[in-house]
């Protein structure tokens, strides 16, 4: 066996242990305590497999410069350079805690079963996170993933078709006129799919075959690594953003000077 098949299978046991999270967790009665677990399973491997750089929150909003506020967001990708405001995340007193925006790799909306509801849900709250400010960069690096900060995902353990997922997302966001830069990135169902939006770059298989740019696509093959393969996929793409997160110049004195005294 390859090292690429161990990885495989390392992965692919991870996306079956989720589902066995999942039906553990039925234990729960309450909603949001069943949310809450998932949440947690979810945050746990990450943690576990991300850059020590990489901070991985329960959240509750993402904040900028001008004031704005996002919805809710279930967990947060923070980097290592940006101030930390963990007071209500912690075993001793369990809650939510926030970010600035350019202090965060990724947003995660999770779910348990993703049906339109949910998935509406999720595009509203991670489209409302604040746009971006200007940040100075070494200008040595390339302004790809800048443009997706943070990265949006949907993550949940079941739910509605690819086919379907995609057509509650074109029709939402040609509802709400929604700008690139703020539409999910990622939307998966464990182990059963992962839709991947095309950004204005275009896309390319590994057969060669180009993907037209701004559109979703589905990644459903028919494959035992599937779930594996899409795990490696979250932490891949989040990696990205965190070899970028050395480079930004992080000033906290614009937040100091804009706090009433």
Known sequence: MTIFEQLADYFQSIADSLEDEKEASRIFTNKGDMGSSREDILKAFLANHLPK?????????????????????????????????????NPAKPGKSFNCVEGCYCAISVKTKLDKGDIIDSLENLASIPAMPEVKVNPMLEPGPMKEWPYRIVFAYDGVSYSTAIEHINYYYKQ???????????????????????????????????????????????SKYLGGYILLFIITEIQRRANIGPHMLMDFRYYLDRIPL
Request: with cysteine; proline share 4%; glycine share 8%.
């Open 176 to 222: 709400k006129q929604v700008k690139d830069e703020r539409k999910v990135n990622l939307v998966i169902v464990n182990n059963n799919y992962c839709v991947v939006f095309i950004d204005e770059q275009g896309g390319k298989l590994r057969d060669g075959t180009l993907l037209p740019p701004r559109q979703y696509y589905p990644m459903n093959i028919k």
């Open 53 to 89: 750089r990489c901070e991985v929150i329960k959240g509750g909003f993402i904040f900028n410069k001008e004031g704005e506020r996002s919805k809710q967001i279930d967990l947060i990708v923070t980097n290592d350079l940006t101030l930390q405001f963990k007071h209500f995340d």
